[in-house]
Nanobody, 116 residues
């Protein structure tokens, strides 16, 4: 069975940090897939946060501005999103996605709430 499971979300104060994880099931050959993190708030479209290709090349949304770091461990089949200097506007449900050509899998999402 192919699935992705995110974890690491929660409530954090402004300026704090969280590390999100995205674990791929045995049915996904993780090392072949580009991986991305997206986020969504109710009433708005899902937006791209960061991506990391199989090659290790990374891209980030403009709003990240050096605060987030995406990484991957192909041996463990896990992707990460380290989020520092969190702001209230980072509050959203965060989703991971992996893609290999036309094969795309999404996780179920993990909630991140930044509030004092």
């Amino acid at each position: 069975q192919e699935r992705l499971v995110e974890s690491g979300g929660g409530l954090v104060q402004p300026g704090g940090s969280l590390r999100l994880s995205c674990e791929a099931s045995a049915g996904i050959t993780f090392r072949l897939y580009d991986m991305s993190w997206y986020r969504q708030v109710p009433g708005k479209e899902r937006e791209s946060v960061a991506s990391i290709r199989v090659s290790g090349d990374t891209t980030y949304g403009d709003f990240v501005k050096g605060r987030f770091t995406i990484s991957r461990d192909d041996e463990k089949k896990v992707g990460y999103l380290q989020m520092d200097s969190l702001k209230s506007e980072d509050t959203a449900t965060y989703y991971c996605k992996v893609q290999y050509f036309f094969r795309v899998y999404w996780g179920q999402g993990t909630q991140v709430t930044v509030s004092s």
